[in-house]
């Protein structure tokens, strides 16, 4: 007998049905196992070699590898915790190259099996991440699951933290010897314009093999939006839609009504090499009354900085590590006197204060336009109260308004590892190594490589992510008088 | 020689044995599951030169899949706030105990798993460790002191601590 210990959990043994499920398992995988190795010993050896050459070189997709559970992904891939039967497409990668976000399940007009629960694991290899999905529906409520799919778009999203920023290795879905698509959030089409309170995280972006979807929410609107893009694909349209022609800015487009009994709206257009989808679909009400909103949110569409260089980009790209810079514009924004927005906006800067020769930054938005200050901005606590070794960023608690208005009052959040401002709570609550929690968002917002996050249910901090990959969690403080 | 009726024979107890060490390690049903058949599965492919201790082979390998399971699970929770499937309670008591057996030396780790988890004699650890008696005894000990300290946040006296051994 062992001794009882005050740890761990108390001692459970298989009931019959366990015992059933686990025999049937270990039968199914000895047989594909040993079928396998039988496999394997018979091909000439010059095959196999060719097999891993070609494994390596992720030049073609290996379907008969779906039930394998060792992954060959790539050098040193390790195991997975379960044999992956789930393929996925396309990684979305975070501003800090330390999360991808992937999409299981039915994708937009993708036809592929729905899921309604999903396992993942992760192996990370100094060359190679391989992300694999496992399918853990259970029969009872796989009708369910294919009649969600059939009524309406459900993907499975899954987030994947990386112990260390991706860089320049392969991602894979462990179902796949070819290597997925990593999408960079700066490589989709930028939204400029955004309704008041509506935002995206990476939760809701869903990428398929050759379309990206980002959606928008805001809480208690009777509606929401997204945006999608596709590539080399024909969008299909549900029943009933009806289009007419529609200018985008300068460009001919189409607007679509008519779908989902008219409780949603569509407006399409080209834009670079890319079909861009802009829809909105009411919560509620029996008719879509936002069309002129969806116009607006249309005409605010640009292409990615990205893709201006590389038109390819957009399925091909391979995420590089940011450089931080010192300041200077970055060099891929468009000049900040060619984006000034519309009068009152966040990028108009007639008439934004002085503070910048006080030391304080200006940001940029995610399309690379400058913003005023008084909406957004950083930089150290007042000299002349011994506050400056410490750095404050100001921001409205509705993000992208300006703040010391009537509506909007501004927050201060803190970096403060020395204590200067004498809040020690303050001071505990700074994490100079944090991560980003489940729920950040990017919002876009970005200075000298820096990347800010917010989680827009939790304003008690907001997140800085850094060129480097590090992660900075400043908490929001009420900052003592100084005159 | 291989046999795969003798490993039939031998399945229930083995579950029982695989399962019952990787559940007191994780506390999910589906963690042990997974464990155990994957141990089982290596087993059976492996029968012709385990079976004759079949018995400690699976609660190692069930016990050390567990842990894997445990070090993924704490990792991930550093992202994740979804772990509805566990009680408050069950969660720290995974936690702890993942952060308590990272302090152990790989050796330490092993033998109080298999002791204390797997509920293996110090013979049998002693036999598939392939380390003296004695030696499983010291480990056994010094690892179960060092455990109870660190779960209850206590210094851990120099001589329980792994570099000590």
């Not at chain 1, 010993?41 to 039930?67: C, E, F, H, R, Y």
């Not at chain 1, 679509?256 to 709206?265: A, H, R, S, Y």
């Not at chain 2, 059976?44 to 894997?68: F, K, T």
Request: glycine residues 6%.
């Amino acid at each position: 007998m062992t001794e009882d210990l005050p740890l761990g959990h108390p001692a459970q043994e298989p009931d019959t049905a366990t015992e059933a499920r686990v025999q049937a398992r270990v039968t199914a995988t000895v047989a594909r196992r040993r079928a396998r190795r039988r496999a394997l010993t018979t091909l000439p050896v010059i095959v196999v070699v060719a097999l891993v050459v070609v494994a390596v070189a992720n030049t073609v997709d290996d379907n008969t590898g779906k039930d394998r559970r060792v992954v060959t992904a790539g050098p040193g891939a390790g195991e997975l915790a379960f044999a992956p039967d789930v393929e996925w497409d396309s990684a979305v990668l975070s501003a800090d190259g330390k999360t991808l976000t992937v999409t299981a399940g039915r994708v937009l007009h993708d036809s592929r099996r729905c899921q309604l629960k999903v396992l993942h694991d992760v192996v990370q290899t100094d060359d190679a991440v391989t992300i694999g999905l496992k399918d853990a529906t259970a029969p009872e409520e796989a009708d369910a699951a294919a009649r969600v799919c059939e009524e309406m778009y459900t993907p499975t999203v899954v987030r994947v933290p990386l112990d260390e920023p991706l860089g320049d290795r392969a991602v894979f879905d462990g179902v796949r010897t070819k290597a997925r698509t990593v999408l960079r959030l700066a490589d989709l089409v930028q939204v400029t314009y955004v309704p008041a309170g509506f935002t995206t995280n990476p939760d809701d972006i869903a990428a398929g093999d050759s379309n990206v979807q980002q959606t928008y929410k805001a809480d208690g609107a009777d509606w929401y939006f997204a945006v999608n893009e596709t590539k080399d694909t024909a969008p299909t349209d549900l029943p009933g839609a009806t289009s007419t022609p529609i200018m985008v800015n300068d460009i001919e487009g189409v607007r679509i009504t008519g779908q989902m009994n008219n409780t949603m709206e569509s407006i399409r257009f080209p834009l670079g090499e890319r079909t861009v989808t802009v829809w909105g679909e009411m919560q509620g009400p029996p008719t879509f009354t936002h069309s002129d909103e969806l116009l607006k949110i249309a005409q605010g569409i640009r292409l990615s900085e990205t893709d201006a260089k590389n038109p390819a980009s957009v399925t091909t790209s391979v995420p590089e590590k940011a450089t931080p810079t010192t300041g200077a514009p970055d060099k891929t924004a468009p000049d900040p006197a060619d984006c000034p927005g519309p009068k009152g906006s966040s990028t108009d800067l007639e008439g934004q204060p002085d503070w910048t020769s006080d030391g304080y930054h200006s940001w940029m938005d995610r399309s690379g336009c400058l913003v005023r200050v008084d909406v957004l901005t950083d930089g150290p606590g007042p000299a002349h109260c011994g506050y400056e070794a410490a750095d404050v960023l100001w921001v409205g608690d509705k993000l992208g308004e300006r703040y010391r208005t009537d509506e909007v009052q501004e927050l201060s959040y803190v970096r403060d590892p020395e204590g200067v401002f004498d809040l020690p709570a303050v001071t505990a609550a700074f994490d100079p190594d944090a991560t980003l929690p489940n729920a950040a968002a990017d919002t876009g917002y970005h200075r000298d490589g820096i990347a800010l996050h917010v989680d827009p249910a939790d304003p008690s901090a907001i997140w800085l992510a850094y060129p480097d990959g590090h992660v900075e969690r400043w908490p929001l403080a009420d900052l003592p008088p100084c005159a | 020689m291989t046999s795969p009726r003798a490993f039939d024979e031998e399945f229930p107890e083995l579950l029982r044995v695989a399962y019952r060490a990787a559940y007191r390690i994780t506390g999910e049903p589906t963690a042990a599951e997974d464990a155990a058949s994957e141990a089982l599965v290596k087993a059976s492919l492996r029968w012709g030169r385990i079976s004759e201790r079949a018995g400690p082979w699976v609660v190692r390998v069930a016990s050390n899949l567990a842990v894997d399971h445990l070090r993924r699970t704490a990792r991930r929770n550093r992202f994740t706030r979804d772990r509805s499937d566990l009680s408050p309670d069950e969660h720290r008591c995974t936690i702890d105990l993942h952060r308590a057996l990272k302090t152990l030396s790989k050796r330490q780790r092993e033998v109080v798993v298999l002791r204390y988890f797997g509920d293996l004699s110090e013979a049998e650890i002693a036999a598939e460790l392939g380390l003296a008696p004695g030696t499983v005894k010291s480990h056994a000990s010094r690892g179960l002191a060092a455990l109870r300290l660190l779960l209850e946040d206590r210094p851990v006296p120099s001589a329980l601590q792994p570099e000590a051994r």
